[in-house]
């Protein structure tokens, strides 16, 4: 198993660009979350679906994030235009199913907007 | 709505020395929660659950936790501190099934020699 895959392992951008952050989650795995984690607000919810579907996007900072998950074994979230803000590292993570059983972290993506 | 506290960001022991690290939550339904750790440069990793089987959790490398529904607690402890436990420990709390787990803002554990 290899486990939730995170790619880019580094980006590096300048403010306004557009930024893409992908993930593919475990194999049979019904749930995939993402989370953003900075030194001053910890680890932050963004975005969470169930089979495919947004459940709870309250987390999105703002509209110039967008998350989509178009199959089961892909998911995006992008960020457009990119702030200095925005910096941060975002981790995937994916869970069997509805049940509260253990997330299965990515090793995220380290995201730097200059 | 469910929440976490975890008290005090940086917790330093020595090794061979007891490790307590707190946490409190808040939860408008029976909570699920969790221990979490993360390395340098690596995602999230479970240590241990709870989920309502037993108030004593054992966990990986050591680790327990006990639930105390009357100080809506899930303190992690570990009796002797080994150098490789240094990490960020994070605490987690869910709700009803199939909502997403919400995390404290961790606490970074250091262990000298």
């Known amino acids: 198993d290899a486990g939730v895959i995170q790619s880019p392992r580094h980006e590096v951008t300048e403010m306004g660009q557009e930024v893409t952050l992908r993930c593919k989650p475990i194999?049979?795995?019904?749930?995939l979350f993402w989370y953003r984690q900075t030194m001053m607000r910890g680890l932050e919810l963004l975005i969470y679906?169930?089979?495919?579907?947004?459940?709870?996007d309250s987390g999105m900072p703002e509209d110039r994030f967008s998350a989509k998950m178009p199959n089961a074994s892909f998911s995006t979230l992008k960020i457009q235009p990119s702030e200095p803000r925005d910096s941060a590292v975002y981790f995937c993570?994916?869970?069997?199913?509805?049940?509260?059983?253990?997330?299965?972290f990515g090793s995220g993506t380290q995201l730097s907007v200059l | 709505a469910q929440s976490v506290t975890q008290l005090g960001s940086h917790v330093s022991v020595s090794e061979g020395a007891l490790v307590l690290l707190r946490c409190n939550y808040s939860?408008?339904?029976?909570?699920?929660l969790f221990w979490y750790v993360q390395y340098p440069n690596q995602g999230l990793q479970l240590l241990l659950k709870?989920?309502?089987?037993?108030?004593l959790v054992k966990g990986i490398n050591g680790f327990e936790a006990e639930f105390k529904k009357s100080e809506t607690s899930f303190h992690l402890t570990k009796p002797s501190a080994h150098m490789s436990d240094a990490a960020e420990y994070f605490c987690?709390?869910?709700?009803?099934?199939?909502?997403?787990?919400?995390f404290g803002k961790g606490t970074t554990l250091s262990v000298s020699s």
């Open positions: 993570a994916s869970r069997p199913g509805p049940q509260n059983e253990k997330l299965f």
């Open positions: 194999s049979g795995h019904n749930s």
């Open positions: 679906f169930n089979n495919n579907v947004p459940i709870d």
């Open positions: 939860s408008s339904v029976p909570p699920y």
């Open positions: 709870y989920t309502s089987a037993a108030t």
């Open positions: 987690a709390v869910s709700g009803e099934a199939g909502t997403a787990l919400i």
